[in-house]
């Protein structure tokens, strides 16, 4: 008789968007339809009053409010007291945590349920927003012996990282580079990681009801009008300022190009930008935060897809445009580089020196200009990108792993 297993999730509350956790949560919990896994989803910064559990047939959640410091990490003593109370220890148990660092709520739950397996899932790493995913610099400061107030940050967030490790009994990378940066650097044994790519459940690009030729009207965008799209935070650190800087320099010689911008910065500092856009601004959609349905419309339109990250684990937005068959124009950034091969599922353009983005500015006006004066080339870049989604990114492949990785954990 096959076991069955508890898989206690731990998840934020997002009421008005879908960040890249959340999105990778929803995706899980579908991969775990039909198994024989049962799904206990404990969700922080609930808009509930008081801790409260609500069941359906599908789903359990245990609901917990927005505590005073927002921060649930803050809070590990009084987690701690619902979790011995409300969740009976067992060796068929697996907590799955999405939020770091978190040295203390996994230690706190080893404690208390020690039956019980934890399983870590790698989104992000203290060091990458500090050095804007330059693992190279991040290693040379963790061998220096005089280290200035910033670096010995990094430093003692290492540490915290490597204690924090200790505690799962299981480690998922999303990407290759943080695979092997956790075995080379943060000291890893193999037999603790797992290597698992987001996954996405499969939309065929013809599935929208209307013709691109509709949508393009509904959108008021001319036919004869190319669309560059970029989705995701208008940040630094999602290489959006050097994009606007080549898209300066494309106008001048494709003037019937439009950048479409889709999501939003969360600290709202977009009004702070406008006014350095004044010479294309008529030339750029600001779309804000928008639904799936719209989303898809901008995906099936636009003709090239680019994602200039400086860094990220594993890309939803790059498996989306992979799955609508767009040609891509992608970065050589931390955990980017791993999801496209240079002109064969993406072009590639290289960052070069992150102190000064001026190669990094050029690489996109030419993988900009390269793609927008070869249909050919677009045509074969879109039919590959596809292909990977199929093959790497669908969540089949998502389902399979994480199914027996919990069952076998």
Known sequence: MTKQRNLYIIEIYASSHKSGVNTFVSELIHCMKNSNINIILIVFNSDVKEFCIERNDKLTRMLFPIFSSDMFLNHVDIIDKFFRLYISDSPENVFLINYLPCETFLKSISLSHPLSKRILIIHDLSWTHTYNGNKDSFVKILNKKQKNEIEKTSFNFFRLERRMYDYANKIVCLSDDTYNLLVSIYGVPFNKLELIPNGLRSIAPTSLAYSTKNI????????????????????LQKGFYALLKAFEKTLLEFPNVR????GADSNNKLGNLLPKLSSTITKIVFTGLIDKKLLSKWYKIANVGIIPSYYEQCSYTGIEMMMFGLPIIASDGYGIRNMFEDNITAKVAKIGNREDSEDFVRNLFNAIIELLNSKSFCSELSIESRKTFQNKYNSRYMKKKYIDLIMSV
């Open 216 to 235: 393009r009207k509904e959108l008021h965008i001319s036919e004869n009008e190319s669309i560059l799209l970029f989705v995701g935070r208008p940040t």
């Open 259 to 262: 950048l479409v911008v889709v």
